[in-house]
């Protein structure tokens, strides 16, 4: 995450709603409404995030506000699973036995 996703993650999950941070960025540069909920969305898609129907939201730490006002892109997350299959297989069972570990078996898709 850089910078401003950082701090929107953080008010986040600490129960600021997105309504809220959006109109606190209200006339910001590269943090906006629409750059928040496409960050919310991207955590969802991710499983990171789940919708919540509360109603109540936490305060937002002037911090946040200062940081999302500076900052000149908008936030972005990046998602590094290109090991993701790798880290899944078995060592024992879905391994080469002739070439040995990480190079796995191949399998009918293969």
């Known amino acids: 995450m850089d910078p401003a996703a950082s701090v929107l993650w953080r008010a986040i999950v600490a129960g600021v709603h997105l309504q809220d ?27 990171c995030l789940v919708r919540s129907g509360a109603q109540a939201s936490a305060p937002i730490d002037p911090a946040t506000i200062d940081t999302l006002r500076a900052s000149t892109n908008p936030p972005t997350v990046e998602m590094f699973d ?29």
């Open 21 to 47: 941070l959006a109109a606190a960025v209200d006339g910001a540069p590269a943090v906006t409404a629409q750059s928040i909920h496409e960050f919310a969305e991207k955590l969802v898609s991710y499983g």
């Open 82 to 110: 290109d090991l993701a299959d790798l880290i899944l297989a078995d060592p024992i069972h879905d391994v080469e036995e002739t070439a040995g570990w990480p190079i796995r078996k191949p399998t009918a898709a293969n």
